[in-house]
């Protein structure tokens, strides 16, 4: 595992998706979490709904905020919206590394040092079957190669990608920070896959090389979710 330059406190590396559809069960989680968890992010349900709203919420509680957009679009139109990313002050913000490596340049070059661009490789909601039904021969592993090699050179900040392809990543971007959806624990409440399909627990992607985890359902639908996250970090604790 490659350790970062200033290592992350384990509490940090577990980043709640508060994948909620408006402000009112926002607060309601937020509670429930009871302040314990550093990162948050906002994703694409809640940013619609309520949009900088939400981040004022749980910046205003301390937290700091991971901006879950998936940009991708023309290098004009994903540069600015980075930079209107940046305006409200997300730590953290997606693109799609398929959008090609003028667009990554351009978000690299609009979020100038004010907001990290993470880019998403390969959703972990595919399976190889998704990509030959696509007409794609790589394998994810490959896929994940190549975008992590494009990203790098175009300048931005990190990648997501599954705990399956952490080393792929690694290899192709060393410097890179990896950000690691899909984390389920290995039993009992939230362990279902749900939609996702290359899924590993908190200390199955620490031990692979993740710097960040992204938790949302075995979190946000726990009965007491601050002991999930409380949880989790132990896992994580144990797997540094």
Excluded at 97 to 124: N, P
Aim: some cysteine.
């Amino acid at each position: 595992m490659t350790t970062p330059a200033h290592p992350i406190p384990a509490r940090e590396r577990v980043i709640v998706a508060l994948d909620v559809p408006d402000c009112a069960t926002l607060a309601t989680l937020l509670d429930r979490l009871d302040g314990l968890p550093v990162f948050y992010k906002v994703g694409l349900e809640l940013f619609v709904a309520e949009g900088e709203r939400a981040v004022e919420m749980v910046r205003a509680r301390g937290g700091r905020v991971f901006l879950d957009l998936k940009l991708h679009d023309i290098p004009e139109t994903v540069g600015r919206a980075v930079a209107s990313a940046a305006r409200v002050e997300a730590e953290l913000l997606t693109v799609h590394t398929s959008g090609g490596y003028e667009m990554l340049c351009r978000a690299a070059e609009a979020a100038a040092g004010r907001v990290k661009i993470l880019g998403v490789t390969v959703l972990t909601s595919l399976a190889e079957d998704d990509l030959r039904a696509e007409g794609i021969e790589q394998t994810i592993p490959e896929m994940v190669r190549a975008r992590a090699r494009i990203a790098a050179r175009a300048g931005i900040a990190g990648l997501v990608c599954s705990s399956h392809e952490i080393e792929a990543a690694r290899g192709a971007a060393p410097g890179l920070l990896i950000v690691v959806p899909g984390i389920r624990p290995a039993s009992g409440a939230g362990a279902g896959r749900g939609d996702q399909k290359r899924v590993a627990t908190a200390g199955q992607a620490i031990g692979n090389g993740a710097d960040y985890l992204v938790v949302g359902r075995p979190v946000r639908d726990a009965a007491d979710p601050a002991a999930a996250f409380a949880g989790l970090v132990k896992e994580v604790e144990a797997a540094i």
